[in-house]
């Protein structure tokens, strides 16, 4: 093991963690703190790029921390799917920041002044980083709390009541769901002795059904809680629309997809040399759960009308999707999953990004109070349409993509059931994707008075802007991260 | 000895469970605490409750002795000891102050992330005071009052 | 009537100032006994909380946080979590993983001080703890602080409770 192999493979835990202190340390001075925590993201991406393009040559990337190897110690190892998840995580950590430069909700030179929501950015992504690179059940259990920790600090840090009552309520409900983490990681130790990823998967062979579906039923039912399944999703739609723009779009964007990702590595990785009675009964809860999970998100989706909590339930009906290809056991599911979620980052932090813009130039998330968008910007409406549209499914943009993989290979199994349900949801996905467009773009604003403009939206702009073109690209050339994504699902191994 | 900490677990569980799921907000924290206490203890005796010899390498050895307890367990449980004091502390200051703002402690009457429906298909706007302060807001109500 | 938790208490304002000093003192002693033996950072800072709690509700939280190193709880768990994250570094140098503790002799010409990475990592966590759980301790007293100052005013806590025990009665 060559010294900078081991400090980049620390490098997803170690960058944020460092530039979360430094920008601590600097809390009394703004200009200083961003400077650090731009340092430090460009370093966290440069350390991820790095770790894809190692994972794309195959280089073995594992590191035992102290020394100690298992079952002491703890492993941190990084594979196409981990060094992915680290690239996106760092992708989106730069587009929240930028994004940030110009929000007067969280500025720490605005008033009032708010000098930790960056450090709080940061040490949430120490725990999504350690979450996807570790190779270790229980310490996947502390970055999950890591990140809770920080989540709870950037709701607190607003200090508006309802920001203080969403806290709470995510408080509750997720430390609900990693105790149900702690249980779960307590009877797998019980019963293998393990905790290491390649150790438990050497055991999980020889478990008996019963014994397996045991495990495989509490580890899953913890990650749904932190997925947003159905129906465990109840902490997300009561918290996430308090939280500032820029926060908002990072946290939906990262936070439930570490929980598709946890389910991923344990279902299809870990666990997948399981008994195939009780591997194939758990992958059918999770495929029905995946089919309620889609529809009743959407279906809350076209309740609301506020862009925030329209949004709020699309992630939910959207990680459906992901949780199908799961379900599906097979190497082009768990690729097709890998695909959507790569895509849904992407677009998902994207929509909520424009949300915020619009927010900024109408004054209210409400879609009852404003409208007039697409007169004022027309440009606005066009970053606006490719993410929508891309979610729900259109070709030629990444979501058709991560739709058809994910659902040829639905049907190619015979789940027509799950299939169908799917298409509706994409159907009433557009509903609400024009409900967005009709009241905040076409209509006029309510308030003809209202100017349409806001000051400082610069960096705004930049992010959209990018992270659109991402979306064309992916759709463009869906072959290169579609390739990705099933040699990363094929380096994971199917349980099939 | 297996048996004892198991009527330990469940009896602790099921009393944290009772106040968790109580509507006053203090209780349902000190509820959440009990029930970690419970699942911490569910985590120790995972590794087996077999010897009552502390997992301490004595002056001058090597290796622990065999005879010795596991320390993995012991080691899981002391770092999820530790998470759950720092959550705990935080939930009891988030807590302090959400009764001080909103003037109640019973999780019924929290309802200014949500409000509750008033309409059998319109779903409620958000109440005064809990959306984001636009930069715009203010001197537009003070130029036209 | 003004009843306050912290209301003066004279004997305890006098005797925490030897106190505080003693209880670091030992809060210091748990840290570096834990280096071979039982004790360490974790138990070592909650020790030194305690100085810096019972300061505080003598005292006043806003001294007690004056008196803490930088004078600011976040700062000080700040700097112990970057001392700890540093303590892995040295590895990388000597090719072992992160954390991989390094210990040597350092010479003195008199005598030879063994010095390790193991406890700069402790340090670390001692001043984490102290700075964290003090900030939440002190915090919480000057919450208590302010409802003080508020319930000056008695009849605004009874008017709550009233209304609290009619809302209870409503269900």
């Known amino acids: 093991m060559t010294v900078p192999m081991s400090m980049l493979i620390t490098s997803p835990i170690f960058v944020p ?43 073995p990337m594992a590191v035992s921390f102290g020394g100690w190897e298992a079952p002491f110690g703890i492993e941190f190892s990084v594979d196409r799917l981990g060094a992915i998840m680290v690239l996106l995580t760092a992708l989106m950590g730069l587009a929240a920041l930028v994004f940030q430069i110009g929000d007067p909700e969280t500025s720490p030179a605005g008033e009032p002044s708010k000098p930790f929501v960056l450090p709080l950015l940061h040490g949430m992504l120490v725990g999504v980083g350690g979450a996807f690179v570790t190779a270790d059940l229980f310490n996947m259990y502390v970055w999950f709390e890591v990140m809770l920790i920080g989540v709870l600090g950037l709701f607190a840090a607003g200090s508006r009541l309802d920001q203080l009552e969403a806290a709470f309520k995510y408080f509750v409900l997720n430390v609900a769901g990693t105790l149900l983490l702690v249980v779960a990681v307590g009877a797998v130790y019980a019963v293998t002795g393990q905790l290491n990823f390649t150790a438990l998967s050497e055991a999980a062979a020889f478990l008996s059904p019963g014994m397996a579906l045991l ?45 598709v990702y946890a389910l991923l590595r344990v279902f299809g990785d870990v666990f997948a040399p399981a008994p195939e009675a009780a591997l194939g009964l758990a992958l059918e809860a999770l495929g029905w759960i995946a089919a309620a999970t889609m529809l009743t998100g959407v279906l809350g989706a076209a309740y609301h009308w506020d862009m925030r909590r329209i949004l709020g339930f699309h992630i939910i009906s959207q990680i459906g999707y992901m949780l199908l290809g799961i379900a599906l056991g097979t190497e082009a599911g768990n690729g097709g999953t890998l695909f959507y979620t790569a895509h849904h980052i ?151 | 000895m297996i048996w004892v900490i198991a009527l330990a677990v469940w009896t602790t569980l099921l009393v944290g469970a009772r106040l968790a799921m109580s509507r006053d907000l203090f209780r349902v924290v000190v509820g959440l605490a009990l029930i970690s206490s419970g699942i911490v203890l569910m985590l120790f ?23 010795a307890a596991n320390p993995l367990p012991q080691a899981l449980v002391l770092t999820a000891i530790v998470i759950g004091f720092a959550l705990i502390c935080f939930a009891f200051i988030l807590v302090v102050r959400v009764v001080r703002d909103a003037e109640t402690d019973d999780a019924e009457d929290l309802r200014y992330a949500e409000p509750a429906p008033t309409h059998a298909v319109e779903p409620p706007a958000s109440p005064e005071g809990c959306d984001p302060r636009h930069p715009l807001d203010e001197p537009r109500t003070g130029g036209h009052p | 009537m003004k009843r306050r938790m912290n209301a003066r208490v004279v004997v305890l304002e006098t ?9 670091l003192a030992a809060s210091v002693w748990i840290l570096l006994r834990g280096h071979n033996e039982p004790g360490g950072g974790f ?46 570094i040295p590895a990388w140098f000597v090719g072992a993983s992160y954390l991989t503790h390094q210990s040597f002799m350092l010479p003195l ?47 605004a806590p009874r008017a709550r409770a009233t209304t609290k025990a009619a809302r209870r009665a409503r269900r």
């Not at chain 1, 932190?226 to 723009?245: D, E, I, Q, S, V």
Request: net charge neutral; glycine share 10%.
């Open chain 1, 17 to 59: 963690l460092l530039t979360a202190v430094l920008a601590t340390l600097a809390y009394r001075r703004p200009a200083l703190q961003r400077a650090i925590s731009f340092t430090g993201i460009l370093a966290l991406l440069a350390c991820a790029v790095a770790l894809v393009q190692f994972a794309i040559e195959g280089r």
């Open chain 1, 215 to 259: 495990l495989l039923a509490s580890l899953g039912v913890a990650f749904l809680v932190k997925a947003g399944a159905f129906p465990l999703f109840a902490w997300l739609p009561a918290a996430y629309h308090t939280l500032p723009g820029p926060v908002l779009a990072l946290v939906a964007g990262l936070l439930t997809k570490v929980g």
């Open chain 3, 109 to 155: 010409g008199f005598t030879e001080l063994w010095v390790s990475t193991v406890m700069l990592f402790d340090a670390g966590v001692y001043l984490c703890v102290w700075g964290a759980v003090s900030g939440f301790g002190l915090g919480l007293l000057a919450i208590d602080d302010d409802a003080g100052d508020e319930g000056a005013d008695a009849a």
């Open chain 3, 43 to 88: 138990i070592g800072g909650l020790v030194a909380v305690g100085a810096t709690v019972l300061w505080g509700a003598a005292r006043g939280p806003s001294s007690a946080r004056h008196k803490l190193p930088f004078g600011d709880p976040v700062l000080l768990a700040a700097v112990g979590v970057l001392a700890s994250a540093v303590s892995g």
């Open chain 3, 15 to 23: 005797v925490v100032a030897p106190l505080y000093w003693i209880i």
């Open chain 1, 346 to 496: 992407i677009v998902k932090a994207n929509l909520f990004f424009i949300a915020a813009i619009a927010w900024r130039m109408t004054g209210s998330y409400d879609l009852r109070k404003i409208g007039g968008l697409a007169n004022a910007r027309p440009l606005l409406a066009i970053v606006f349409a490719i993410p929508a549209l891309s979610l729900v499914g259109i070709p030629p943009l990444s979501g058709f993509w991560a739709k058809l993989i994910v659902l040829r290979e639905t049907l190619a199994l015979g789940h027509v059931a799950w299939t169908v349900v799917a298409l509706v949801v994409s159907f009433l996905t557009l509903y609400s994707m024009m409900k967005i467009w009709m009241e905040a773009f076409w209509k006029p604003h309510p308030d003809p008075s209202h100017p349409l403009e806001a000051r400082g939206l610069a960096p705004a702009w930049c992010v959209t802007i990018g992270l659109a073109l991402i979306t064309v690209l992916i759709g463009l050339f869906p072959d290169t991260l579609a390739g990705y994504c099933l040699a990363a699902a094929a380096e994971i191994g199917g349980a099939r």
């Open chain 2, 45 to 67: 005796s995972s590794g087996r409750v077999s010897s009552a010899e502390p997992a301490v390498i004595a002056a001058g050895e090597k290796v622990l002795p065999a005879t």
